[in-house]
């Protein structure tokens, strides 16, 4: 799991050399349009080349990049670049975002998590508040999903993704 990478305006000698052979002109020089598609570019070919090592290593290892469904403009990361070279992971946010303080209720918990695994998500929830957030009425579904997982990890175990 990356939690990135993130590709912001970069100056160095590596990135201003690849630029000017890429565009012909200094990166110094360059346009914002330019300079946003070198880095989508640059993350792009950065996660095919660790994606290749990784499965090189064992195909059955997972790699997903966290960030890539922000704007490209803030991460240089396009999802639909960088797709063919990470592996599906759902996640769950257990709180209504923009507000990590406010928790989803039990029955919208238990519905977010019985649609993944019907469809053969591999879920990851995920609080942003206190520990304490656990102990609402989501957190306590997530509680009993997780245990009803465990409990039932013959039916789970070696489920693909259907396309």
Same mark, same amino acid.
Do not use: W
């Given at each position: 799991m990356l939690d990135g990478?993130?590709?912001?305006? $970069?100056? $160095?000698?590596a990135c201003s050399k690849?630029?000017?052979?890429?565009?012909g002109k200094p990166i110094t020089e360059t346009s914002y349009g330019e300079h946003l598609i070198s880095n989508v570019d640059g993350i792009t070919d950065f996660m095919k080349e660790i994606y290749g090592i990784v499965k090189s290593v064992n195909p059955e290892l997972m790699l997903y990049i966290n960030n890539s469904a922000l704007r490209a403009d803030v991460t240089?990361?396009?999802t639909r670049k960088v797709e063919p070279y990470v592996d599906t992971v759902i996640f769950i946010a257990g709180d209504y975002?923009?507000?990590?303080?406010?928790?989803h209720t039990y029955h919208e918990t238990?519905?977010?998590y019985a649609q993944s695994l019907a469809n053969g998500a591999n879920v990851w929830y995920g609080i942003q508040?206190?520990?304490?957030?656990?102990?609402?009425?989501?957190?306590?579904?997530v509680i009993e999903m997780n245990a009803f997982i465990n409990k039932h990890k013959d039916i789970f175990a070696g489920s693909k993704e259907q396309s």
């Open positions: 990478p993130i590709l912001h305006k $970069c100056y $160095c000698p690849e630029f000017k052979a890429v565009y240089g990361s396009n975002k923009p507000r990590s303080f406010y928790m238990k519905l977010y508040g206190p520990f304490d957030q656990m102990n609402t009425e989501g957190g306590k579904a």
